[in-house]
């Protein structure tokens, strides 16, 4: 079946840090790639996506690799504002009837 | 895109009581979803809301504890029934409009039961 590992969390870093969130996965078939904030008090957002192998997904000075030979998605961003601070989440997307698996998340919180 | 309204957005409610949550999307989606996030954990995947039949319900799910109804593209509703404070919990709705896009999400319902 599909499965997202996240590295474990929470992480705490200080504004205009480089931020580094480690996600692999286990899937049939070739997947969709996600990563997902929840700030707090909301639901899900989408943040970037990567529909094929070595696709990088971009928003808000954030990005990921799909890297399938390593089976990585991990999110990047170079310099963290406070305002950064909420839950990411990994996520995949396959052919199974449009269902998504979720990682665990990772708490990031950027202190000024 | 997909807005998606979900009432109410928090409830706390007696034990025993059941509560049904609502979930409007803004266009038609082709598939639907309910998930619950516990406090601290990701997102488990309740079930598929159908239009016009049965939800499908994922292991551990059953239909007589979580109905839904789907009866248009637009519109489903979760019940959570006979709460017990085990059920408190962030339940999400979430559409998509095609295999392998992204999922949107309604602002989730807090349900605290006591």
């Known amino acids: 079946g599909n499965s997202v590992t996240q590295m474990e969390g929470p992480v705490t870093l200080s504004e205009e840090a480089f931020l580094t969130i480690n996600c692999t996965y286990t899937?049939?078939?070739?997947?969709?790639l996600f990563w997902y904030v929840q700030y707090p008090g909301e639901g899900l957002q989408l943040l970037l996506k990567a529909t094929k192998a070595d696709d990088k997904g971009s928003n808000k000075g954030f990005e990921a690799t799909y890297r399938k030979e390593t089976t990585s998605f991990h999110l990047e961003k170079g310099s963290v504002q406070v305002s950064d601070s909420a839950v990411y989440f990994c996520?995949?997307?396959?052919?199974?009837?449009?269902?998504?698996?979720f990682g665990d998340g990772t708490t990031l919180t950027v202190k000024p | 895109s997909a807005v998606i309204s979900q009432k109410p957005s928090r409830d706390i409610c007696q034990r025993g009581t059941s509560l049904t949550i609502q979930c409007q999307v803004d266009s038609q989606v082709t598939m639907m979803f309910w998930y619950r996030q516990q406090p601290g954990q990701s997102l488990t995947l309740i079930a598929t809301?159908?239009?016009?039949?049965?939800?499908?319900?994922e292991s551990g799910f059953v239909i007589d504890k979580f109905p839904i109804s789907r009866p248009n593209l637009t519109f489903s509703t979760l019940t959570v029934s006979n709460m017990s404070p085990e059920d408190s919990s962030i339940y999400l709705c979430s559409v998509s409009s095609y295999e392998n896009t992204e999922a949107f999400f309604g602002q989730g319902t807090r349900l605290t039961v006591v």
């Open positions: 899937a049939t078939g070739y997947p969709s």
């Open positions: 996520a995949l997307s396959n052919t199974n009837a449009g269902k998504s698996t």
């Open positions: 809301a159908n239009q016009g039949s049965e939800a499908t319900y």
